[in-house]
């Protein structure tokens, strides 16, 4: 007979999940209800409002999609993309490989603008294929590459874009909630995020919000949406203001209620404080990591203080350290992706995560793992530099 | 400020979502842990095992799809169905017809069997159709249809869809745990199911199963799965056997919990004896309901117990009756689904909510508040009915 499941207590600062907020675990034990009960409705239109918030729009489609992060993009691109239409796609990480796979699996052609991994989306570059693709409808990029921990600029890029007229696809998967993010005042048509990183919440569901622009361009489609569970004209039926709401598909009753309490707790924080919250213990670790003698992969620039990838240091085994940190400290940070894999470990520091406690005993134990392995790092140094970075 | 949500605790006698198991919404609140650690992946391993005895089936390719079932229906169909196909669906409810979309947004031809709304899959007509549809590649049908309570033949309608070379594809999303399903002894090469019906789980995942013809299929496209995110050879990488595991989407960690505290609950009541549950408060319910005077949509050798549809008596408002239930006795029944609505009530005995004393509630409820509306109905008589049909 299977024995139910008992997790141990792990303390996650990898790329994703992140910490769950208490709060959030307790909310979403809270009874099950109608996905059509009408004290589910109501909360649907808080939880709304609360999305609106967190992302910085006015936008009425701003809802949470009943999957991850994955079914967001998806989401994005399905809508806005038909067959035969031309997207850039900037990539400079893994993410932007997905995108290409989207565009291509909507029997679109995708035009790929290349950066290094851990560098930023490059403006001038997209100009170029801008001038070059003169048919391109979209664009499509990635604010915070959880892959890297490179930050583009969003606002020059989407003010690019639209000197073209094409429409943008953004990726803030890794940034809401983490890093500054202002979807009206930037002007981006389309974005995608998660809830298991900066929100604090559980993964599984996917915050979208679409411009006036982007709706225009649904409603204006050829040809139908392929995906029946992510078509936006049906999902609007039960999503939507005023009108009576349709059933759709069942929506995640639980899980809502799990996002619904962490945007609660990002209200009663302030967005601006929790920017500025990952920024301050990013400035921490950050101090802590360079005693150690660790090196970023993006330049100071292009950081993201959420997701901080760092080298490996030569001759160290990264499976070696990643087990010993999780079998003897219960903490998981991430591994490189793609080609960074066995090269780069990714430290994230995101919504609940991004504590005190939890850099200085992340450090602690980085410096004792190296230290045991006989690493080439400076020991006992990392704990002291982030203390004093608080104290700054 | 907005403030925290506190559900009202309903009893969840409509289609779905049904009440949930309490032991599932505590297994939900446990500590969140990384989607790739090995405490995890162990978890993945039992649940599979303990998917592949609900389902009553060896195929390898057993697992949890990360949304709701209309997104297991998904990957069923794009997985399988490639443009240029032509796909036989039998309907007889809301949920064929939401096939036929599936299909036609694959780019393939749905070729429809017509079968009255609260009966089952007729058998000679899909003959038929195989006979005028040689070029058929796949025949999908719903086991259990949860918008009239009908109840197909399986084990038929796979039998003979196979004598022409089809493979099939099953919803099984209110039948999985209510009522005999037996996918490997029935032959079904595709199915999936929801977890917020008979596995009293919460919604947001949908079980789905493959046969090996369906794999050599999926494996033998020519074109590729239209979706990224339900692409079955993507997801195998995280899902699959002895292979290490490879991120494809960030897993929705603690919804996978509650699945598998459900799938432990299933295993320890043995699934048989979870069948004749279903069956036994239904014998009751229906006493009681037929007792008050209404009447079954589905013909009795037609009918499953877990979702009861009933005719709504002349004159009485159906929206002022389920109003009054939910208010006045935090009772949720269903409403009916397109052609249906207004005209039928929907009552699920599904999973946790196939108890005693929800049958004798929900009868006394509503015979009290068809009494209040003066509906013409055989007052007083159903609770009395409903136990007598327990002592029988």
Redesign the interface.
């Given at each position: 007979?299977?024995?139910?499941?008992?997790?141990?207590?792990?303390t996650?600062m990898?790329p994703?999940?992140s910490?769950?907020n208490p709060?959030v675990?307790?909310?979403?034990?809270?009874?099950?209800?109608?996905?059509l009960?009408?004290?589910?409705v109501a909360?649907m239109d808080?939880m709304k409002?609360?999305l609106q918030y967190a992302l910085q729009t006015r936008n009425e489609l701003t809802i949470p999609v009943?999957?991850?992060?994955?079914?967001g993009?998806?989401t994005c691109f399905v809508n806005l993309v038909e067959p035969g239409d031309t997207v850039i796609v900037c990539q400079n990480g893994v993410f932007g490989g997905?995108m290409k796979?989207?565009v291509?699996?909507?029997g679109a052609t995708a035009v790929m603008v290349m950066d290094d991994w851990g560098r930023a989306v490059d403006a001038n570059k997209l100009e170029d294929a801008l001038k070059a693709h003169p048919q391109a409808k979209v664009v499509a990029f990635v604010h915070a590459e959880t892959s890297t921990g490179a930050s583009s600029d969003v606002k020059t890029l989407v003010e690019l874009a639209h000197r073209y007229d094409c429409l943008t696809i953004v990726d803030a998967v890794t940034s809401l909630g983490g890093t500054e993010l202002r979807v009206d005042e930037w002007g981006v048509d389309a974005i995608y995020s998660?809830t298991?990183k900066c929100l604090s919440c559980?993964?599984?569901l996917s915050p979208v919000s679409f411009s006036e622009a982007a709706i225009a361009a649904i409603k204006g489609r050829t040809h139908?949406?392929?995906?029946?569970?992510l078509d936006l004209n049906l999902v609007m039926g039960y999503w939507g203001a005023g009108a009576k709401r349709a059933?759709?598909?069942?929506?995640?009753?639980?899980?809502l209620?799990?996002l619904?309490?962490s945007?609660?707790i990002l209200?009663?924080e302030g967005l601006e404080n929790s920017w500025a919250r990952h920024r301050t213990h990013h400035n921490a670790l950050k101090a802590g990591l360079e005693a150690l003698g660790l090196a970023f992969v993006v330049p100071e620039a292009e950081r993201l203080p959420q997701l901080n990838a760092v080298t490996i240091p030569e001759g160290v085994d990264d499976a070696a350290v990643r087990t010993a940190l999780?079998g003897d400290y219960n903490l998981?940070i991430g591994a490189g992706?793609g080609p960074m894999a066995g090269k780069v470990w990714r430290i994230g520091l995101m919504g609940y995560a991004a504590r005190k406690d939890n850099v200085l005993n992340c450090l602690a134990a980085l410096d004792e793992v190296l230290g045991r392995m006989d690493a080439p790092v400076n020991h006992g140094t990392a704990v002291a530099a982030a203390l004093a970075a608080y104290s700054d």
């Open positions: 007979m299977t024995q139910s499941f008992y997790p141990p207590q792990r996650l990898g994703g999940p910490d769950v709060r675990s307790q909310a979403m034990s809270r009874p099950t209800i109608g996905h009960d009408p004290m589910f909360m808080e409002a609360m009943s999957a991850p992060g994955s079914a993009m998806e997905r796979e989207n291509e699996r909507c998660g298991q559980v993964p599984g139908p949406v392929q995906s029946w569970f059933y759709h598909h069942t929506a995640p009753v639980n899980t209620y799990a619904h309490e945007l609660v209200e009663e999780l998981e992706l």
